[in-house]
Structure formats: C-alpha cells, structure tokens
C-alpha cells in the first residue's frame, strides 16, 4: 500500500479511538452517578418506610442487613431539628457518626426538613446546635410508632425552647400540656393567674418557684441568687403564701 495511505488510515483509527474512549468514559461516568443516585434515594427510601410503617417484614430484614442494623436488636426512632446555624445534613452526620463512635447502631436520614432515623442508645449532642425528640425502645418491626411519640417529645421540646435530645423521661408532663391546650388553660387559671392580683408580689412569688425548679429545688440556692433570707424563699414557696408573710419573713431574717 502506499505510504501515505497508510498514515492517513492509521490517523483516522486513532480518531476513531479517541473518539470511542471519550464516549465510554462519559458513559461510565453517567453509570457512576446514577448507581450512586439510586443507592442515596434507596438508603433514604428504607429509613422512609422503617417509620412510616410501609415496610414488610422481609424489606426490613434485607434493609437492616444491608445498613448495618440488627433486627434482633430494639432501637429508638429520633427526630431532630436544627436550632442555630447547622443545617439538616451537618445534623445527621453528627448523629450517626456518633452512633458508630460508640459502637452503637444509627441510621438517619433527612425528611421533610428534619433528621429522623432510628439510634440505638440516646446520642449526647454537646454543642451541637439541635433539638430532637426520641421515641421509646421497640424492634424494627414496630419503630413507626416510636416514631410518632418521637414526634411529640420533638413538638412538646421545641415549644418549651429546648436544645438537646429529650424522651419522655425528660419532659413528662410538658408533652401532655403542649397535646392538650385546655390542659394547659386549666393549670394557668390555677396557678399562675391568682398571682396577678397579688401583683409585684405575685411577680416575687413566680421568680421564686421558677428559681426553685431551676435550681433543683435548693432553697438556699434559690436565696443566694434572690439574696434574701431562706425563710423569706420557703414563706414565697409555701402553700397560700401571703404578703404578710413576706413582710415578717424579711423584717425577722436578721434574727435568725
């Protein structure tokens, strides 16, 4: 063959080839992004179905052994929500790598704007800015309805402004008030309006209790921080406590 035939041949194959190779790298690229596309909205769709209770039996087991959870192990359904400036995703890292950290199962995954999953053990947030509410110990099977009562720790936290992971335990009688708001109305008229009539000692009577239950029910603590006599604390804690009694409380606290 000629020379320069064979050149020009040969040229057009090496095109050829680029060409080719060009086109194979691109589409095992897009193969890449989608296999990585599918396995995000799979490893977000079972956690989705875990909680929302849609999942069969046999969807859990294979889901938990590919995630890394235990079936015969119980877990508690969380939910959480930023309060400060990490967003979702940050959230949710730091959970579940916290989980893992203490060899405890996790898995998250963000929903509707918040993080819910399932952890093993109650997480310890430091200064990670959040509130989450967790649901009650219960195998796979049945942590959707962990998930709903962690729903209401999470609503029954956030009204009160908290910051931190709380169960039940923690907030006990905060979730119903916030569920019931005639619960609510009640425990106000009963205990807190009376104190409007008594008026700047009312106020004194109020900052007295909270102070109380802020401080663990120390009263001397209560004292030292309102810098009065501990019996004029315990006349302002007592039942029907009066202004009369406050007056003596405060001329006597030098006698004692």
Request: glycine share 10%; proline share 4%; hydrophobic share 40%.
């Amino acid at each position: 063959m000629d020379p320069g035939l064979i050149v020009d041949r040969t040229k057009c194959l090496w095109e050829l080839a680029d060409v080719a190779s060009l086109r194979i790298a691109a589409v095992h690229r897009q193969a890449e992004v989608d296999s990585a596309l599918y396995d995000a909205r799979r490893r977000a769709g079972f956690p989705r179905g875990l909680l929302y209770g849609t999942l069969s039996a046999a969807e859990i087991h294979s889901g938990a052994a590919i995630y890394g959870l235990d079936p015969s192990r119980p877990y508690r359904a969380i939910r959480a929500v930023p309060n400060g400036k990490a967003g979702p995703n940050a959230i949710e890292r730091a959970l579940e790598s916290h989980g893992h950290r203490n060899g405890r199962g996790a898995l998250l995954t963000v929903l509707d704007e918040a993080v819910a999953g399932v952890v093993e053990a109650k997480p310890q947030t430091g200064d990670l800015e959040v509130t989450a509410g967790l649901g009650p110990m219960t195998d796979l099977a049945a942590v959707h309805r962990s998930f709903r009562a962690a729903g209401r720790m999470l609503e029954a936290a956030r009204a009160y402004g908290l910051r931190g992971v709380y169960d039940l335990s923690d907030l006990s009688w905060r979730v119903a008030v916030v569920a019931e708001p005639e619960l609510a109305v009640l425990l106000l008229d009963r205990y807190l309006r009376p104190l409007e009539a008594e008026g700047e000692f009312g106020v004194l009577i109020e900052e007295s209790v909270r102070e109380h239950l802020k401080r663990g029910r120390y009263i001397r603590e209560v004292a030292r921080s309102a810098h009065v006599h501990v019996n004029t604390v315990r006349y302002r804690l007592r039942p029907g406590g009066t202004r009369a009694g406050d007056a003596s409380a405060r001329s006597g606290s030098h006698q004692v």
